[in-house]
């Protein structure tokens, strides 16, 4: 028999059966907090019968509590092409193949209506119940490569990523999605960008600040965003794809190595710093805002750069630091420390003595900027010119966490001076730029009416 | 004989001589740069003969390099009433006493035209020299603390600050600015806050991104702001007063606990993070925009309490991060930690043991998060909650560089847990705040229409 209340059971499947209401049914439901049209959505395992889930028309998953509930009417219904769980996925076809590799996150987690809880919980292929869309972009699959928090991301998944990468390449795929969560997505991003060269498709790392079964999540319309730029974008790069303004118009595609996240909670979080983003993306297509970018290509040729030392660190500075904590971190064998330096990528003079000690045992140092935006210039004090003449290296305006990614990597490489010198001040792409546009530091957030006018202009 | 080139020489004293112009005369300068008309300030000593510097009436002093001069007429000249170097300041009858502490730093730099150099060398008293309004702001006397460089400012800078403020409150001073370099001026900012309570008179640090004889410096403007601000402004806070928008109608006051630098090199640089900033500051008044600040008062009471204990030490997240690093700086010493985690506040697993041993063995351990802008939420996953198990405690939304500046200070109080608890999650100034504003996320820089027009409101 035909299951046509999945998932739903108790006080929730008893208001489903009163109002003739089906998943997969296009309701119209009016509650004390306001009237919602959309599809319901079948349930996952859990306890909670108080809330059913609602597919609204903006692409957002919202759960409408049962109390709140004084008429629903289904208006349509559609049997659904998806079921939960997992793969079962409609092929089309001619459509561009996308793959989507999972990692854990919250992308991949849901609500515990009643704890309140988030339960890192959906795979990949149960998040395609949750966003019908998918199927009229792209052919997709999916793998889980591994299942790990965002901040337990390391050097082991950066790897794995890298080689699966290079798989689906060789295998003829039109693009790439990592589902990950946003805490370090940054980080896995510039990974990405120096572990993978050449890259013939777009790589998108797409993640949400909200999970998937609230509200307000943003899990469905960045999916949907990845997947076309994914599926049928120009921009063959590692990317991140995430919220762009406060509305739902569009996305933004952030160069993976310019890239950080800037607010714990918003859905706008992730910001390019110091240039512009890559471009916008919406549910049909992407708009690029810059002209510099890596074209897709027909060939399979990609260079696959797996390297990591694991004994580097960020030092970050602060008033007062003492030089007892270069030594110990020279002790416990560290052999790249990347420092973000105060304005123009400076340090007190205490550390002067610890941070020649360290060079003098080989060790290599950095030095970035703690403001995120703008350059060192390391020159224009005598302070500064002293600590190069020390043998600390400025880095323009590579972004402090990204400078941590690209010494781990060249270290991975090699041990000698000069090349981690040449490695680290040629930009793979863009981790350093020549000059900031007049607008690099601007918010690139929805409301502020000259960003949104700049955009515009590139979204015809 | 009265001096009509002071400090002029060579070149420049020619070119002087040629059109009849002299020092404190008001000029119209063509050059093939374009036309410029403003007053010939004084040069210090210096051995450069290639240019004359020009206070334009934006407030700027510029440098003409007199190789593109091509005719100069003397409009007006009026005596001046200063003379440089030094604390000749002409005294009013009923102005606002304002006292200057000079610290060195950028704002009392000067440029070396030959060498490109920055010279750290204007004593407070040659700074009226370049900003003559100042008199008709206030009587203005000045004291030189000391002077290091910003990134050389430490708890001994603090509390001889923290102590100099209390004599000259006693003394009944209306107000006081603080001229610092820009590198850690929020760290100076928040250690006053801390250290000096019970305000009844404004505090203002200034200082300036571009130095005082750069064409563009924002030196004048910013310190005619902080004399507004410290000698008539009604809020009596320790603040930061800094350019605001890219135009020079106004300038930002910053509470001293929610400020951070943002750009290396950019005027604006400094930003109130999850708020909005106090006030507007032109050259008339001050207009407040929150008006939760406190007030200015009559009385001379004032708390003074300049404790700061030297081994607290911020640890700056990044994926693969050891546990060993933590060791080390336990059996370094260290007392307290800041931690600027990921996201909602997190660490990876892999330091769980290490911090566990920290907090075993006395170390206090709290969380900030290194996106700058939003809260700590460590309940909402299992890893955060882990982590506050441990003894690890969230602080909100307190910027990670003031968290390292208040810890310190209580740790130079009690050595008591739950003392210091209470200290670091009781806010004394906004350091933590309930909740951000819908626009605490905005940038506050010119050219962003939005936040022109929200700041216009308050600028009537």
């Not at 609204?56 to 559609?78: A, L, P, R, V």
Request: charged share 25%; net charge neutral.
């Amino acid at each position: 028999m035909k299951d046509f209340f999945q998932g739903y059971k108790g006080d929730a499947l008893a208001i489903l059966k009163k109002y003739k209401s089906r998943v997969w049914g296009l309701n119209h439901i009016e509650t004390t907090r306001g009237e919602f049209t959309g599809t319901i959505l079948p349930r996952a395992e859990n306890d909670d019968d108080q809330h059913i889930v609602l597919k609204i028309e903006t692409g957002y998953n919202i759960g409408i509590n049962i109390k709140t509930i004084t008429n629903m009417e289904e208006k349509d219904y559609k049997e659904a092409n998806y079921k939960v769980p997992e793969k079962e996925f409609p092929y089309k076809e001619g459509q561009a193949s996308v793959k989507l590799f999972g990692t854990g996150g919250t992308i991949a987690s849901r609500l515990d209506y009643r704890t309140g809880a988030v339960i890192p919980a959906f795979s990949p292929g149960e998040l395609y119940g949750s966003v019908p869309e998918l199927a009229d972009i792209c052919n997709l699959t999916t793998e889980k490569v591994f299942a790990v928090f965002s901040e337990n991301m390391g050097p082991q998944q950066y790897i794995a990523l890298a080689k699966a990468i290079g798989k689906e390449i060789e295998k003829g795929i039109d693009g790439i999605i990592i589902a990950h969560g946003t805490d370090t997505l940054h980080h896995t991003a510039a990974a990405l960008t120096f572990m993978v060269q050449n890259l013939p498709i777009p790589v998108v790392l797409v993640g949400s600040q909200r999970s998937s079964d609230r509200p307000s999540s943003d899990a469905a319309l960045n999916l949907m965003h990845a997947a076309i730029a994914a599926g049928h974008g120009d921009i063959a790069e590692v990317m991140v794809c995430m919220f762009g303004p406060t509305s739902d118009e569009y996305g933004f595609l952030h160069r993976g190595t310019r890239v950080r996240k800037m607010h714990s909670s918003y859905r706008s979080t992730f910001r390019t710093l110091g240039d512009t983003p890559l471009a916008t993306v919406d549910r049909h297509k992407v708009s690029p805002i810059k002209s510099d970018y890596k074209h897709r290509r027909k060939d399979k040729n990609v260079s696959i750069l797996p390297y990591f030392e694991e004994k580097v660190t960020i030092i970050y500075y602060y008033p007062n630091m003492q030089g007892d904590i270069i030594d110990a971190l020279v002790n416990c064998g560290y052999k790249g420390i990347v420092i973000a330096g105060t304005g123009l990528g400076h340090v007190n003079k205490d550390v002067y003595p610890a941070l020649k000690r360290a060079i003098e045992k080989g060790v290599h140092i950095y030095m970035t900027v703690q403001t995120m935006w703008g350059y060192t210039h390391m020159f224009v004090y005598d302070t500064g010119r002293d600590l190069m003449a020390l043998g600390v290296v400025p880095l323009d305006n590579m972004i402090p966490e990204i400078a941590y990614i690209k010494l781990a990597w060249a270290l991975g490489q090699t041990d000698d001076r000069d090349e981690v010198k040449l490695i680290m001040q040629t930009p793979i792409n863009d981790e350093i730029t020549k000059r900031e546009p007049y607008n690099g530091y601007l918010l690139y957030q929805g409301g502020v009416p000259e960003v949104e006018s700049f955009v515009k202009k590139f979204r015809k």
